[in-house]
């Protein structure tokens, strides 16, 4: 297929490389440095979607960022890509897309019944309409809207790309590579300052790569080459082209989004498809440029209607005519260039300028060229459905009120300018309070807020001379700032011409009789009268006015829409525009993929995974495992064809009967050392600590300040003043926070260190009646009996060899010890255990056997330590001291926790004896009571007691203490099963504690 | 993400750091008398100020010690930073 738009020679893409691509599925071709939008319409394509609400045809507005119409589905790599912006993406071999928001298709819509009903769907319309009657929202409205409304389709397969994240710092960060960008990146680069220049585009170069000047005798596109490739070459110059800088944070904090491979038919190995920069910049320079601003006529979203600079652009960079009797609808001087390199090209524009009689050089320059000028002239209409085919135009009052006969004008493309907005969205985000400029009727950057400074035509200068001065003078100046050093250099000479003024006027009246759409916002397709509806239903504050029409909301965040839609306001307000002010500018300025968002940390990257150093061989063993907070810990170790309930009980069962092996390695483990080390552990836990000889472990809890169990564990006097502290594994590091609060802030007086010594040591459990065997196996030097190691005792030993610690102390509520050796050493001690300890019939335990132990002997753990028990509540009253004070030990006073029917920690067994009870149930008096049902507690944990063949619960249970023996009913409306049960003591097994002791 | 000077470290970003709320808060001391009212002030009761607020943060990922940070809540603007043991 020919490209029957395309031009011969102009552009700056490579003839020679053809690429093919297919767009709703009909193949085409266009060249190596095309956009999709540049491809299509040098294809003859002006029709690629339907609008948001009215379902109208929507061809192409821009030529980059502010497009609003034209986003496709994007198939890339067997990627479906929604909502991707048919000015950006760049072309490749194999390119496929498609329209979205349309049905059955793009020519042929059935939405577009919307457009003929727009009376019916003015501002508010879904407010108002589907309210009533309410149940129809689920069932009728939400479901049809859903079908019509919005605009691509988020593939629901796993992205199988790869995103990272990059944090940077630099002196200068400077957001886009226009005369400003470069100007000033370059004068920075000069004075040895670390600069990073990004550029959205593919291309550097900005408004030079389109505009007839001259910088230093050489064309803006020669300048713009020749500065790039020496700042590429510069050591300190990092530039980045296809890199969004989309926002200013806190500190100077900017993020960017780089899109490496977006633009290739697929990513390369060892490449990432995007990366997102945090950059940390001492100072940010603000070249964003400028966005032309539409004018708002009858049918302005027709096909073929696009800004007047993005067709130059089509035909300056891609060699590509939006159209071949262009009509050039404008308010200022910038129409002029457009229309005159339509003329060049061969092709015969008409001008249309709302000025009475501008005069100035490109103005002189259109009359010289012959070009057809009418001056005091609107467009009144654009007509046409699905393309423009002719204007209705009309000569306009000099108060720009009254229309003179409509006359009708043969074209195929509008190009409207309606002056230029600067891009204050960085500034804007930094928290700079932009004013307003009379002069340019926009907003422009005012004072700084943070380090950032703002240049050029985002700054509201539109002379290439000024800005290069100005930009010049600024990278110097601030990069002096910081390296202190000075190679300053002179103005290039500059040739351009000259602007006059542009026309305030915006707005077209609309001719007797006629009711035209006018849209303000054309991705949300929100027209003049959605406006005035609004403000005559009492909407003021801009932000309601917003939300209500939703003019600028749009995934464009309104970048062509904004500006008008507050004169508009501000005209019917009968208010200036910077009374009106301004809706907040919010990062980012372009959508970011969620993938670049999210970077690596998915899946198992999402945090990272602690591993004790016995895990291989507790993979070799067949250890099924689970996450226990960031550790990976053995759940369980498969026999055969042994689920879950079956291998933990024969675990548990083995411990009760022989003895078994559990690595504990996770435990926090924090080393205290000091004269006042005593001292310290005093006023943390609850119990005594300065009575406790070298050579003995206690089993202590503390409190938060306001009396709720922060954690447990045990602590050993390894000598005079250095103690070995033992948390559970999720609390570690909020302990040694904790300690390192009261050391540093609370009690500095305290002669104390704490450092966590988690990763220091590896331990091993050894539990079961024939622990103490296995033990004197390990170490025959040592005496191991009751006398020589009693219960909570703790010696030094050598293991084979290696340097070994020994704590009796017990979790399983067995005869128990824990041994600790260097994690180096780890593996060995666990080899050496399993090796001794196989007469004696060992083996090896998960975290689940762990759990059922340490419930049937009712010990609390974080199910019942769960940010919300006092130590009564955990029956651990026995352990909270009466003489000295201590963390937390005010507030157990308080009326509810002396309360007579406090809850309790009890023992939960079901009266069948079979039905496991679901941990999290409700404990309730009546299961048949009406709802809501009155709490009496909820189960914490639940097991399968292995001593008496039947499940075993514990529960926090209001009045627990007196409730031993009554029968309640265990509810759980997440299975919705009720459990008739009675209430039994917590120590289901060995209540008076002479296993441990034994 | 904010950057803050450690007293000890230097500039590092925020997340080096975890928050510790109020830093202007006294624990009563140990062993002696305090009202209820005095003790849940000192417990549950913090301003919310709309601007200037001394603030405690942990540099966790760093060198473990609490800091004294004056940061402005609307604007984050840090003014000052202190070791623990200094009055701002
Ligand atoms: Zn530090």
Redesign the pocket.
Known sequence: MSQNYRLDNNGLINRDKKISFKFNGKNYFGYEGDTLASALIANGIHLVGRSFKYHRPRGFFGAGVDEPYAMVQLIRNNESIPNVRATEQELFEGLEAKSVNCWPNVNFDIGAINNFLNKFFPAGFYYKTFMWPRSFWYKVYEPIIRKTAGFGVVSTNHDQERYEHKYEYCDLLVAGSGPSGLASAYAAAQNGARVILAEDKPRFGGSLLTSEVSIGNQSGQEWVKNIISELKSMPNVTVKNRSQVFGYYDHNMLVMSERISDHLPKTKKYTPKQRLWYIRAKEALISSGSIERPLVFGNNDTPGVMLSSAAKEYLKIYGVLAGKKPLVFTNNDSGYETAIEFKKNGIDPVILDTRKDPSSEIVNEAKSLNIDIKFSYVVVAAKGYKKVKSADIAKISDDKKQLSQIENINCDCICVSGFWTPTIHLASQSGNKTKFNEDIDAFIPGQSKQNETVLGSAKGIFTLEETLKNSFEKGNELSKKITNKENKISLPSVVEKKYTNHDKFWCVPLPEGKNYKRFLDFQNDVAVTDVELALREGYRSIEHVKRYTTLGMATDQGKTSNLNGLQLVSDVENKVVPQVGHTTFRPPYTPVSIGAIVGREIGKHSKPTRKSPMHSWHEKNNAVFVDAGVWLRPRYYKQGNENLFEGSKREAKNVRQNVGVCDVTTLGKIDIKGPDAAELLNRVYTNAWLKLPVGKARYGAMLREDGIVMDDGTTTRISENHYHMTTTTAQAANVLSHLEYYLQLVWPELNVNVVSTTEQWAGAAIAGPKSRDVLQKLFPDLNVSSEGLPFMGYIKGNLFGVNARIYRISFSGELAYEVNVESDNGNFMWEKIMEVGKEFNIQPYGTEALSTLRIEMGHVAGSELDGRTIPYDNSLEGLVSKKKDFIGKRSLNKTAYIAQDRQKVVGVVPLDKKTSIPEGSYLVKDANAKLPNPKLGHVSASCWSVEYDNPFSLAILKDGKNMIGKKLFALSPVKNISIPVEIVSSHYVDPKGERVRS | MLHIK?P??GL?SQNEFSYGGDATVKRPELNKEVSDQDWDNFVYLRKSPRGKHLELWQ?IS??R?W?KVERDTLTHEIFKTLKANEEI
Do not use: K, V
Request: charged content about 10%.
């Open positions: 450690c000890h470290c590092r540099h760093g060198c010690q800091i």
